[in-house]
């Protein structure tokens, strides 16, 4: 298998292990699939070495990723202020995963960023702020953070196998970072790693279905009505969009994760390259984008929507109404329909 870093990488690594008494693994704002399953993967390997090892995230997280072993123990900064800022006081390295600059976990940031212990950043997201991490092992064309954490761990630890609550929370990773292989997905070595991931126990029908067939009915009735009455096709700009607004989530007793995967959905029309999907929290437009081939999201996002991520899926938010948004997005794609039939 392909060494993904050099050897003195992995060695200052191991060299910060050893020392290692109390750790802390972050991960971003709203919490996904590979957020969730990357952290919880890596507590489970860490704790071979580590006597103390806590996970926390800035908000919080689906239930449809609580199944996973350790996610229960999960400490949520914004419900468990205090407690959280006493595990980065006490944390002698924090791992941060599947986020590329200290802003992707909001106001947390700000209590991380001044904490004297060294940062070790996990991921493969587009052009990590490399002034903010000690150790970096960003390879951006890793399918997922899980990815990178499967292969840190063969390269430090190659003689034990992976515990079966580990490789289950990695492979949660992989396969909501392809879409279930569907994006993303392409490198054969990546069957190499399922294929041991399997090995080491995991059930894939039983992950699938824990992630995927667990919604309410109501979620259900959520996404119907956001396909039928709210997508709006462009087919000028090979664009479609969806928008919804917080009094419709309300009516349908929303739930953190409801409307995740479904700025997937338009990009299934028959020659749309650009999905886009606005949705009203509490104090701004969250914006989740999805492309097809070249159009780059990620600039897109950088562009237009204060935001970032990969070039074919990324997120970001706007300080405006629903309608403001969504005429931003109609007023610019003109400039964009040329690159939008490349
Ligand atoms: P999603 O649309 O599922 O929230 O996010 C898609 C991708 O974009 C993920 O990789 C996520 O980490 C990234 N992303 C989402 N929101 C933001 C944002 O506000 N800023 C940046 N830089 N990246 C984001
Ligand atoms: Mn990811």
Request: proline fraction near 4%; hydrophobic fraction near 40%; glycine fraction near 6%.
């Amino acid at each position: 298998m392909t060494q993904l870093f050099n050897l003195e990488l992995y060695d200052k690594l191991q060299q910060l292990l050893k020392q290692a008494k109390n750790a802390l693994i972050i991960s971003h704002i709203n919490p996904d699939g590979d957020a969730i399953g990357s952290s919880l993967g890596l507590a489970c390997l860490l704790k071979q070495h580590i006597p103390q090892v806590n996970v926390a995230m800035p908000n919080h997280f689906p239930d449809f990723l609580k199944w996973m072993e350790g996610a229960s123990d999960i400490l949520i900064y914004r419900q468990n202020t205090e407690k959280v800022k006493k595990l980065v006081d006490s944390a002698d390295i924090i791992f941060c995963l599947d986020f590329n600059n200290l802003e992707r976990i909001e106001e947390f940031g700000e209590y991380v960023a001044q904490s004297k212990a060294p940062r070790v950043l996990i991921d493969h997201h587009l052009s990590p702020r490399e002034d903010e991490f000690d150790l970096i092992f960003s390879h951006v064309p890793a399918n997922s953070t899980s990815e990178i954490v499967y292969r840190i761990s063969v390269a430090i630890n190659s003689s034990t196998k992976i515990p079966k609550s580990a490789a289950d929370a990695i492979y949660c990773g992989i396969m909501t970072d392809t879409g279930s292989f569907a994006h993303s997905s392409s490198n054969p070595e990546l069957f190499r790693i399922v294929a041991d991931l399997l090995e080491c126990g995991v059930d894939k029908d039983q992950v699938s279905a824990l992630v995927y067939d667990n919604f309410s009915a109501d979620r259900m009735r959520l996404l119907g009505y956001s396909l039928n009455e709210k997508m709006v096709v462009c087919p000028q700009y090979r664009t479609a969009y969806i928008y919804l607004s917080r009094k419709e989530l309300d009516s349908y007793s929303f739930c953190p994760g409801d409307t995740e995967g479904f700025v997937n959905y338009p990009l299934s029309i028959k020659d749309v390259v650009l999905s886009v999907f606005f949705v009203e929290t509490m104090n701004h437009i969250k914006v989740s984008i999805r492309t097809r081939g070249n159009f780059s999201a990620n600039e897109f996002s950088g562009k237009h929507f204060n935001g970032g991520g990969h070039k074919n899926a990324a997120g970001g938010k706007l300080f405006c109404s629903l309608s403001e948004a969504v005429k931003m997005l109609e007023s610019i794609l003109p400039e964009y329909e040329q690159a939008l039939h490349q």
